[in-house]
C-alpha cells in the first residue's frame, strides 16, 4: 500500500497559537515538510514570511523571496516555503536577523536581534555512545555533535547548550541544576530560579519546582523546563 505523503496544508483551526493570523478568515493554511521540529511544535517558512512579517501578500510572492536566496535559517539557505521554523531558531531576511520566541501566552513571534546572530540554544534530547571514545548528543533541533567520552557525565539529557550557528560548535554549557534559571514553557511562559529536582521513575514523570522573582512558587515536568542561564 502506498503513502500519501505529508500534507500540503493544514486546517486554520488546528494552528499553532500565533499573534496576529486570524484563524477563522480562510480554512486553510501551509504545512510544514519534515524536519528538524515536529509539526506542533514550529510553523512553515512561508508563514513566518507572509503571515508574521507581512513580506509578501501570497504564495508567489513569498516563493519569490526565497527564490532570490537571501533568506537562512541558522545560517543556512533555505528555499522551502514549507520548512518547519521552532523556538530558537534564527531566521534572516536580507539584512535583518530574528529569532524565533514565544510571548507569555505561548504564541510564536519573532523578535529582532542585533547581537549574538550566530548563535542559539538547544536542549540535549539524547545521548548514546557512538565508538572511538565519543558521545552523540542529540539536540532538540535534530543537529547532534560529538563530544569526549570523559565528558559523558557533563552533559545530561535536558541540560541546554548554547552553540554556534551553523557549524554546531559548542559555546556554553546549561546544567538543570538546582541554583539555574530557566523558563516553563507550557501553555504560558514562565521564568524562575530551579529550587528542586525531584528524581521520577518508570510511573511518574521528574518534578521540576521553581520560584519566580515575587518569591511564588510553583512546579512541573522536567519537559517543559528550558534552562537559560
Known amino acids: 500500500m ?21 484563524k477563522k ?26 503571515d508574521i512579517l507581512r513580506l509578501s501578500k501570497n504564495i508567489k510572492e513569498t516563493k519569490y523571496i526565497l527564490n532570490k536566496g537571501i533568506v537562512k535559517i541558522d545560517g543556512v539557505v533555505r528555499k522551502e516555503l514549507r520548512f518547519p521554523l ?21 504564541n510564536f513571534n519573532l523578535e529582532e536581534i ?11 534530547k539524547g545521548k548514546k555512545h557512538v565508538g572511538k571514545g565519543k ?9 547532534t555533535v560529538l563530544v569526549e567520552k570523559k565528558e559523558k557525565d557533563k552533559f545530561k539529557i535536558d541540560d541546554v547548550l548554547k552553540i554556534e550557528i551553523p557549524k554546531t560548535k559548542i ?28 528524581p521520577g521513575d518508570k510511573y511518574k514523570k521528574s518534578i521540576v519546582k521553581l520560584r519566580d522573582k515575587n518569591k511564588k512558587t510553583f512546579e512541573t515536568i522536567k519537559e517543559k523546563v528550558f534552562v537559560i542561564g
Not at 503513502?3 to 500565533?18: S, T
Not at 501551509?30 to 508563514?47: D, E, M, W, Y
Not at 523556538?87 to 507569555?104: A, H, N, S
Not at 558521545?135 to 543537529?143: A, K, V, Y
Open 171 to 198: 559555546l556554553e554549557h546549561y546544567a538543570l541544576k538546582k541554583g539555574a534559571k530557566a523558563l516553563v514553557l507550557s501553555k504560558k511562559v514562565l521564568e524562575g530560579e530551579i529550587q528542586e529536582i525531584v
Open 86 to 106: 521552532g523556538f530558537q531558531d534564527v531566521l534572516t531576511v536580507g539584512d535583518k536577523t530574528y529569532r524565533v520566541l514565544f510571548d507569555k501566552k505561548m
Open 114 to 124: 542585533k547581537k549574538e546572530k550566530n548563535t542559539k540554544l538547544v536542549k540535549i
Open 2 to 22: 502506498s503513502k500519501k505523503g505529508f500534507r500540503r496544508g493544514k486546517k486554520r483551526l488546528l494552528l499553532q497559537r500565533v499573534r496576529g493570523i486570524g
Open 135 to 143: 558521545i552523540q548528543l542529540t539536540l532538540g533541533d535534530g543537529r
Open 25 to 50: 478568515m480562510f480554512k486553510w493554511v501551509l504545512g510544514s515538510v519534515p524536519g528538524p521540529h515536529s509539526k506542533k511544535s514550529s510553523l512553515p517558512l512561508g508563514v513566518f514570511l507572509r
